[in-house]
């Protein structure tokens, strides 16, 4: 898993930097609707992962040539997770991704706002 997540990492790091958005603040049912609104007329396509997601991980490296083409659109790539992933360890796998990033208080985590 560690090597997968390298390889993610190195493909994926040199397309955008890594942005950290607290929102532990936001009430559940307003997460979506925060980021939403930051990206407002864009297309945003929402990821949602784990640290200890393999199946995560070879989808974000499946998923990195279209990433990289998709790349001068005018797409927000957002990235979700949450306590599952140990803090520590999401920061540092993040830098690899790029992107931008949330990491969801477990409350935040139901979002009645998708349902």
């Excluded at 890594?18 to 609707?33: G, L, P, T």
């Amino acid at each position: 898993m560690f090597r997968k997540n390298q390889e993610v990492a190195e493909q994926d790091k040199f397309i955008s930097p890594v942005v950290f958005n607290d929102i532990s603040r936001v009430a559940a049912d307003k997460v979506i609707e925060t980021i939403l609104t930051k990206h407002k007329g864009k297309v945003v396509f929402i990821d949602f992962w784990a640290t200890w997601c393999a199946s995560c991980l070879d989808a974000m490296k499946e998923f990195s040539p279209l990433k990289q083409e998709l790349h001068a659109k005018d797409i927000a790539f957002v990235y979700l997770s949450n306590e599952s992933s140990p803090k520590k360890l999401w920061e540092e796998k993040i830098k690899g991704i790029g992107s931008e990033h949330y990491y969801l208080k477990g409350h935040q985590w139901v979002i009645p706002s998708l349902l």
